[in-house]
């Protein structure tokens, strides 16, 4: 609710699903996988409200920015039905070394909506019935020349149905496509000594088809959203792990990441809303002995991307302050760091184990913004902050 202007989403799903497969040798350097995933959706929804509330990915605006008082309402139901086969074949080489697996997934996809348009008066509803398919091939190599290096590389293609939420003939679209991307990833494996391993993964992945708001000043009915956004990820991950040895565990992992959107095709690609450029976690703990552990977890993460406010303009209709926005997602959020700390002791009884322990969250203290807010006049620039230092004390039972 945001003054006068309430927003209500019900969803009730029933979901029946049933995954069968099957893995033979057929020789000594090939293995058949076989299967089927079966699955049925049956979701009933109901909205009324803003036509623009609750935001979606994509829309400009701040948080806490008043919604459109336009408002409408509908009701719609949506059945999905899937049975989609699939096959993977290993093949092993040169002593167990080289594995190829190819693989192939026929997925169709049969949705039925309850209304293409919207409820006027006493119009009878006319639903929508779409028959998509896709055919998804995947392959994946690993290599591994020695016990302490490994390599690997796999490409997928996917398909994913359009959200129920998105369905609706008043708030969205009844007959949105499938979205589809393709997954590429390059990754590395190198034992540095018997308990340390360091390992990367680079990766690159496409997506076609995917569901914004309609860029026309005055959309067509029942085309709210349309399918015609893109999107493209990229980056690479580093992680250094040590097992188990004299008490200690750890590890450190580097994550360095591009994640843009096309969601307005005027606009051409620009950093996703949940674009985090730079993510750094560190964890490690150690076993004191007698039941004694502590530990300590540090993390770090570039903010999201978010459109800046430069300019505001009176709406006298409503006679209320509205923001003019920049360049889209052109700044960020401020970063956020944080360290944890964790001291447990273990407690041994005739039929389990007590876990007493004590938690420090946000040691430092430090104000991590979660979201920029303007005031009422979009003149001053702010943010919402998470919560500051938190001990927790706690008992945990397991047998």
């Not at 979901?15 to 089927?36: E, P, T």
């Not at 026929?106 to 998509?132: E, H």
């Not at 008043?170 to 590429?184: D, E, K, M, Q």
């Amino acid at each position: 609710r945001f003054g006068d202007v309430p927003t209500e989403v019900t969803a009730k799903s029933s979901l029946l699903g049933l995954r069968a497969s099957y893995r033979g040798r057929a020789s000594k350097m090939l293995s058949v996988m076989v299967g089927v995933d079966a699955e049925v959706v049956d979701t009933e929804e109901s909205r009324s409200g803003s036509i623009v509330s609750p935001p979606r990915e994509g829309d400009l605006r701040v948080f806490g920015q008043p919604p459109l008082d336009r408002v409408n309402a509908d009701r719609w139901n949506v059945t999905r039905v899937g049975l989609a086969p699939f096959g993977e074949l290993d093949v092993a080489l040169f002593e167990d070394k080289l594995h190829i697996t190819p693989g192939l997934r026929f997925d169709p996809y049969v949705t039925s909506v309850s209304r293409v348009t919207p409820l006027v008066g006493d119009t009878p509803g006319v639903g929508a019935f779409q028959d998509d398919s896709a055919i998804e091939p995947r392959l994946a190599i690993r290599y591994s020349p020695t016990k302490r290096a490994s390599f690997k590389v796999a490409y997928g293609r996917y398909h994913q149905n359009a959200s129920p939420d998105d369905l609706s003939a008043v708030f969205g679209n009844p007959v949105l496509p499938t979205s589809s991307a393709n997954h590429a990833l390059f990754g590395a494996s190198a034992r540095l000594t018997k308990t340390t391993t360091l390992e990367t993964t680079t990766f690159y992945r496409t997506s076609d088809d995917l569901v914004i708001r309609n860029p026309a000043s005055s959309p067509l009915l029942a085309q709210a959203l349309v399918a015609q956004g893109q999107g493209r990820s990229y980056g690479m991950q580093v992680m250094l792990r040590q097992e188990l040895v004299h008490g200690l565990f750890g590890w450190v992992s580097y994550a360095i990441v591009r994640s843009e959107r096309v969601y307005s095709p005027a606009e051409g690609f620009k950093p996703s809303d949940y674009d985090q450029t730079h993510v750094l976690t560190a964890l490690g703990s150690w076993d004191l002995g007698k039941g004694f552990e502590v530990g300590a977890r540090a993390r770090f993460a570039t903010g999201f991307a978010r459109t800046p406010v430069v300019g505001t303009y009176l709406d006298t209709r409503r006679d209320t302050v509205q923001p003019i926005f920049g360049d889209r997602n052109s700044i960020r959020i401020d970063p956020f760091f944080q360290i944890d700390l964790r001291a447990s002791k273990r407690f041994k009884l005739p039929d389990g184990e007590l876990d007493a322990y004590l938690e420090i969250q946000n040691l430092l203290n430090r104000k991590n913004p979660e979201e920029l807010v303007y005031s009422s006049s979009y003149r001053e620039r702010g943010s919402i902050n998470g919560l500051p230092i938190l001990p927790v004390v706690g008992l945990r039972w397991s047998r």
